[in-house]
């Protein structure tokens, strides 16, 4: 079985959603509670990920601190997606957010 690709591209140290951390924490995260960046939520993340689904998701994390890819800039002309931008198989999914539940609800209906 070919693992689903989850890549998230973004900022390193900008926030990983938003919204501020509350702490209802709703995007099912508690390792990087308040540090809110991309460079804490994306380990957590890869954690919790891992943790639901094993080796059925694999994750990358895509930094734009040194510069924009070609293909994210297209992707962004074409999608307009807000960061960080979440792919999920290659394809951007509404999320724009490091969420455990939203991001979840894409690789279940790609499973």
Known sequence: MTPIS???IGYTYRPCGPF???KDRSCGLVECFEKETLAFAFPALEKALKEKYG????????SLDEGI???VVEIVKIDHPPLPIILV???VV???A???PRISEYIDAAL
């Open 55 to 62: 080796d059925r998701v694999s994750l990358i994390l895509t």
């Open 69 to 71: 890819p070609e293909r």
């Open 98 to 100: 490091i969420s455990v």
């Open 89 to 91: 198989n290659g394809h």
């Open 94 to 96: 509404p999320v724009g």
């Open 20 to 22: 501020p951390c509350d």
């Open 6 to 8: 989850v890549e998230v």
